[in-house]
């Protein structure tokens, strides 16, 4: 929802779970047009006209509403955290749920993509709640297009964490001294490999089976063939050929297998 005056107050000044995404990404321009904002160069982007923005604004009651009705009672509405131990983060909370001790984060997106793909985007900002209020994992409730709330359950990575702290404190060292960030590389987010998924109908999955399945003792043969003929090359052979295939050596005494005799 659209910030109050004394959600502002309390935000100021400090890396919250909305900004810290670039700082993992390693996206320059988006890092300095943050620290540009942070030390009062720039003026926060004004998203009253950003459609998918207000989207989210008008169905996030909805949304929340709607996990209530199937899960568990919410509290905690829009309360600005701050981190136990580093007065510089904070988050902001859709909601929290005190029956799984855990955040709840909801999102409006446009049906089109896959819930994976909306998951790893907004990790960085999960994993910073939990950081913060120190759950073990955040609930993401996602409507898309007009369907009903899907929720996924993401759990908390420390190391992943461990980077996001180390980064957000030399960012704001940044900001404390008026420094210019330096480049980051990009830490990917973290992901969840233990769902299973049945891709019968996936036609692109089934033509690629069926090729692997067609070729894949041809390409064992393949790979045979081409390790005995490399081992019958004599040690002070510059090319060795025969029955349509030539072997050579390179300067570092790499050989290279091709077909044809010259």
Avoid at 99 to 128: A, S
Wanted: a negative charge; aromatic letters at 8%.
């Amino acid at each position: 929802m659209t910030l109050t005056a004394a959600q502002v107050a309390l935000r100021a000044g400090k890396l919250t779970a909305s900004r810290i995404a670039c700082l993992m990404s390693g996206d320059a321009q988006k890092i300095l047009e943050l620290w540009e904002q942070m030390i009062g160069e720039r003026a926060e982007e004004d998203l009253s006209l950003v459609w998918p923005v207000q989207l989210g604004e008008v169905t996030e009651p909805l949304n929340l509403r709607w996990f209530e009705l199937k899960f568990f009672p919410l509290s905690r509405f829009g309360d600005v955290v701050t981190h136990p131990r580093y007065a510089w983060a904070a988050c902001t909370l859709d909601a929290w749920c005190s029956q799984l001790q855990c955040p709840v984060e909801v999102k409006h997106n446009n049906g089109w993509e896959p819930m994976e793909v909306i998951v790893e985007r907004y990790q960085p900002q999960m994993q910073w709640q939990m950081e913060i209020t120190g759950a073990k994992s955040c609930a993401l409730s996602v409507i898309l297009g007009a369907r009903e709330p899907l929720v996924e359950f993401v759990n908390a990575e420390p190391k992943y964490q461990t980077e996001m702290i180390a980064r957000g404190r030399q960012f704001m060292d940044h900001v404390e001294e008026r420094t210019r960030p330096v480049d980051l590389p990009t830490i990917p987010p973290p992901v969840d490999a233990t769902k299973l998924y049945d891709m019968t109908g996936k036609n692109e999955w089934a033509s690629s089976a069926g090729v692997w399945l067609d070729t894949w003792q041809a390409a064992h043969d393949h790979d045979d063939a081409a390790a005995i003929l490399k081992s019958l090359v004599p040690a002070d052979a510059k090319k060795a050929h025969g029955h349509g295939v030539r072997i050579t050596r390179d300067k570092v005494g790499r050989l290279s297998l091709r077909e044809g005799a010259e």
